[in-house]
């Protein structure tokens, strides 16, 4: 009985120390993804967003004004240490790449102070590029014994999906950017369709006073002045 006790202290204790272990290791900083915003810029305010991004990768911004007058917008974008990096006056769109990057949270700010009746709606979109991925492909690749590769070579396969993961980011982030460019051009249709129904509507009114006022002038022309008799 004594030795079952202290076998099973043995083991709890073992457990104990192992346990803390493996979560250490399956625990770390998630991945920062890529992201996408669409918000309303009111007139005569300036908004900014900060993003974290790690150091060592590449950051990529793209910007585009969707609707409002002008279709314009002040950019900057500073660095963790407050340096500024980019800055843009009345500017409709704009793509900006950080390479490499600092640790920590970069600022990006869109200003409409110009504008003092008419809100923007902008696009944005955050783009990051990160050796992460690749290094633990690598020491993935370093643990794989040789006889192990069943005949496959592993540089070609990393190789492979590498460039489809590479054109299969590069196609969602041009989809992303055409369907913003197709809400641009959505919304610069529907404005200039407001703008031609408006003035056709005026016109129609000016044509139909127009129209009046010469058959009223023409009576006048052919009415009979002469006096009527007593």
């Not at 609707?67 to 917008?73: H, I, N, P």
């Not at 600092?102 to 990051?128: H, M, P, Q, R, W």
């Not at 139909?208 to 009223?216: E, M, S, Y």
Request: with cysteine.
């Amino acid at each position: 009985m004594i030795q079952m006790m202290a076998a099973g202290a043995a083991l709890a204790l073992a457990l104990w120390l192992l346990l803390p272990s493996v979560g250490v290791r399956g625990a770390g900083p998630p991945p920062i993804q890529d992201g996408e915003f669409t918000f309303l810029l009111p007139a005569g305010r300036k908004q900014c967003f900060y993003q974290s991004a790690p150091a060592n990768a590449s950051l990529e911004t793209e910007y585009q004004v969707i609707a409002g007058a002008g279709l314009d917008v002040d950019f900057t974008l500073e660095s963790p240490q407050g340096v500024l990096l980019v800055s843009e006056s009345r500017k409709a769109d704009g793509v900006h790449t950080v390479e490499p990057t600092e640790a920590g949270d970069y600022k990006l700010c869109f200003d409409n102070s110009f504008s003092t009746i008419s809100e923007k709606l902008v696009f944005f979109e955050l783009i990051f590029d990160s050796l992460q991925d690749d290094e633990e492909v690598e020491g993935w690749a370093e643990v794989v014994e040789p006889e192990e590769m069943l005949d496959v070579k592993m540089e070609d396969i990393k190789e492979s999906i590498e460039t489809m993961r590479t054109r299969l980011e590069r196609s969602i982030q041009m989809l992303t950017l055409l369907r913003a460019f197709e809400a641009r051009d959505r919304n610069l249709q529907e404005g200039n369709l407001e703008r031609v129904n408006f003035w056709s509507a005026v016109n129609v009114a000016v044509l139909l006073l127009v129209a009046v006022l010469q058959v009223c002038t023409l009576k006048r022309f052919f009415q009979d002045k002469r006096p009527v008799p007593t």
